[in-house]
């Protein structure tokens, strides 16, 4: 506690024991430490106070950062380019006669359908004759 040690604390004790007596000692420590909790508070109100300009000074700083950002992102993707409402209006064309700045998404290709596998052969079936389960119920 501030560079003091336990030796340099029990010489102060003493001479503090010698200089103000027993019988007031107690009263003294007391207001002693009244003051001493005082000034700490008054620290801690004086710390807090700078930590909340720093904050301030931090969240200023943020929102200027976030307002540039906002304003490079709103300069890359114009609010143009959204379509207000495609029913409205020819997708061919935006509301001041110009193309759209997004043309309209095509439909995916359709690919063909999937070709069934051959059926399988049945090694014991003459030749010409189907496999048992195309074969016609007797």
Do not use: C
């Amino acid at each position: 506690m501030f560079g003091v040690d336990t030796t340099e604390l029990a010489v102060v004790a003493v001479i503090a024991l010698i200089f103000i007596g027993p019988k007031d000692l107690p009263r003294v420590l007391r207001a002693l430490g009244h003051w001493v909790g005082r000034v700490r508070g008054m620290a801690r109100h004086f710390t807090s106070g700078i930590e909340s300009i720093m904050r301030e000074a931090e969240l200023e700083e943020m929102e200027t950062k976030w307002r540039e950002e906002n304003e490079r992102i709103l300069a890359l993707h114009p609010a143009n380019a959204v379509y207000p409402d495609p029913s409205a209006r020819d997708p061919e064309q935006s509301a001041s006669g110009q193309p759209d700045v997004m043309p309209p998404i095509a439909d995916p290709p359709i690919a063909d359908p999937p070709i069934a596998d051959p059926p399988i052969a049945d090694p014991d079936a003459q030749d010409g004759e189907l496999p048992p389960e195309r074969r016609p119920l007797p």
